[in-house]
């Protein structure tokens, strides 16, 4: 349970780091949680790690009320502490929260999880359901790819050999908007058999003005119910808006395990949904009736 | 290739050269003779290895030691001297029946230091949550959970 051998390189720029991806068989290490383990078992043997810990600029985090955009380097913790995040995207916490423990939040870093892309994880669910913009670095320069472009599956980035994810940006939902992310997990902290994170507007009536739904866990990468999103604008919250949501579960792909069959998996995602849904759209309705 | 590192381990700074491979556990245990953090699993599911990183709870056997180079480290040992009185944590564990074999004691005070350093007044599910990721075979944890609380009240009341 040892790592096998490999040369250690800790950058402190950028370019000095895409100059040292560029070495054959070269890895990033960013936190290391999901990576290490993966060392110790024996199931990778690079040749060189670059830890990109000591890039300021992989660092840096804006939080504005239009949008939000943060370096690939922050640690989990530091986000889910965060008070502006919890202010203008309060999911982030209540999604954060549910990741790992918190020795694991303490080291690992919002780029690894979004570059290991484990298909329960809750950072890739979180950059789907936000709408994120990955932002790529290599030596030939700067690119941007959806979140929907980026994963692509299961431990499945899309990244090309020497990119480097460098930020992550997402657009802010107005101030009042509903929120909820659950998920089930066998045991805390254990890798969830299904997730469901919502964002949601209501309108003056309290009718569904906007939104959006990603389930986590099912199959090989966290996918978004863009047609039950759109189904239920105008719709008002209650049971019956809720059972018309969870019924486009059933038509999502899921891989069963040793753990939960397919069935079982989506049978909790429809509990989740309804049960993210409900407290979603009562947050937002709260927040009108304050307003 | 060998590195050539420092790390202040319980306020000693101790310069070594060592493989890059090689976990940040291994280095306390191995290199410096501090056997007291303890690996389970080596694989970030057990917790029992768990230490402060420049007063962060972290998991050593998912971190190398080539990347704590300059870092402050906090291990069990720094809790408490011999001959000295324990630390209010270690002496509500023993009162509390805390620990039978003792093996996860070590990655369970470090994590609950930590809580501890960020709040003197948990609640049981505060301590629950955190203890979250530390596996303990041994007592049921509800002994731990009243050590914590214990340890709570005794440092808010040596506050005052
Ligand atoms: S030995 Fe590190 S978590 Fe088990
Ligand atoms: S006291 Fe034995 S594992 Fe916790």
């Known amino acids: 349970m040892k790592a096998p051998p490999f040369d250690y390189h800790r950058p402190a720029s950028l370019r000095d780091a895409l100059l040292l991806l560029k070495q054959p068989d070269a890895r990033i290490l960013a936190g290391g949680q999901s990576l290490v383990p993966m060392l110790n078992f024996r199931l990778l043997a690079p040749q060189h790690l670059v830890d990109l810990s000591q890039i300021d600029q992989l660092q840096t985090c804006?939080?504005?009320?239009?949008?939000?955009?943060?370096?690939?380097?922050k640690s989990q913790r530091e986000l889910e502490n965060s008070a502006e995040l919890a202010r203008v995207a309060p999911i982030f916490p209540e999604a954060i929260r549910q990741i790992g423990h918190r020795q694991t939040r303490n080291r690992g870093t919002i780029g690894g999880s979004l570059c290991h892309l484990d298909p329960s994880a809750e950072l890739p669910t979180l950059a789907l359901l936000h709408d994120a913009i990955f932002e790529i670095a290599s030596t030939e320069g700067v690119r941007h790819a959806s979140a929907q472009d980026f994963i692509l599956g299961a431990m499945n980035p899309a990244l090309e050999e020497g990119e480097i994810?460098?930020?992550?940006?997402?657009?802010?939902?107005?101030?009042?908007?509903?929120?909820?992310?659950?998920?089930?997990?066998?045991?805390?902290?254990?890798?969830?058999?299904?997730?469901?994170?919502?964002?949601?507007?209501?309108?003056?009536?309290?009718?569904?003005?906007?939104?959006?739904?990603?389930?986590?866990?099912?199959?090989?990468?966290?996918?978004?119910?863009?047609?039950?999103?759109?189904?239920?604008?105008?719709?008002?919250?209650?049971?019956?808006?809720?059972?018309?949501?969870?019924?486009?579960?059933?038509?999502?792909?899921?891989?069963?395990?040793?753990?939960?069959?397919?069935a079982y998996k989506r049978?909790?995602?429809?509990t989740l949904l309804k049960r993210a849904l409900e407290t979603a759209c009562a947050r937002a309705a709260h927040m009108v009736s304050v307003a | 290739m060998m590195k050539q590192i420092s790390i202040n381990v319980n306020g000693v700074t101790h310069t070594r050269s060592v493989e890059p491979r090689v976990s940040l556990g291994d280095f306390l245990r191995h290199e410096i003779g501090l056997t007291g953090t303890h690996f389970g699993c080596e694989h970030g599911v057990c917790g029992a290895c768990t230490i402060l990183v420049n007063g962060v709870s972290m998991r050593s056997c998912l971190m190398f030691a080539v990347q704590a180079d300059g870092c402050?480290?906090?291990?069990?040992?720094?809790?408490?001297?011999?001959?000295?009185?324990?630390?209010?944590?270690?002496?509500?564990?023993?009162?509390?029946?805390?620990?039978?074999?003792?093996?996860?004691?070590?990655?369970?005070?470090?994590?609950?230091?930590?809580?501890?350093?960020?709040?003197?007044?948990?609640?049981?599910?505060?301590?629950?949550?955190?203890?979250?990721?530390?596996?303990?075979?041994?007592?049921?944890?509800?002994?731990?959970?009243?050590?914590?609380m214990q340890a709570a009240k005794a440092m808010r009341e040596e506050k005052v």
């Open chain 2, 72 to 148: 402050k480290v906090e291990t069990v040992e720094g809790l408490s001297h011999a001959g000295a009185p324990l630390h209010p944590l270690q002496q509500a564990f023993r009162d509390q029946h805390a620990l039978q074999c003792g093996f996860c004691t070590p990655g369970m005070l470090m994590t609950l230091i930590e809580l501890l350093s960020e709040t003197n007044n948990p609640t049981e599910e505060e301590v629950r949550d955190a203890i979250s990721g530390n596996i303990c075979r041994c007592t049921g944890y509800q002994p731990i959970v009243e050590a914590a």
């Open chain 1, 62 to 73: 804006v939080i504005t009320s239009e949008k939000i955009r943060i370096g690939a380097m």
């Open chain 1, 267 to 270: 049978r909790i995602a429809e």
């Open chain 1, 165 to 262: 994810l460098t930020h992550v940006e997402m657009p802010v939902w107005r101030p009042g908007h509903g929120f909820a992310f659950l998920e089930h997990a066998r045991r805390a902290g254990d890798f969830a058999l299904a997730s469901a994170g919502i964002l949601v507007a209501v309108d003056s009536d309290g009718r569904i003005a906007r939104l959006a739904i990603c389930i986590g866990g099912l199959g090989d990468r966290p996918i978004r119910l863009a047609a039950a999103e759109s189904e239920l604008i105008g719709a008002m919250p209650g049971k019956d808006m809720f059972d018309r949501a969870a019924a486009h579960i059933a038509a999502l792909p899921a891989e069963g395990s040793i753990h939960a069959s397919a």
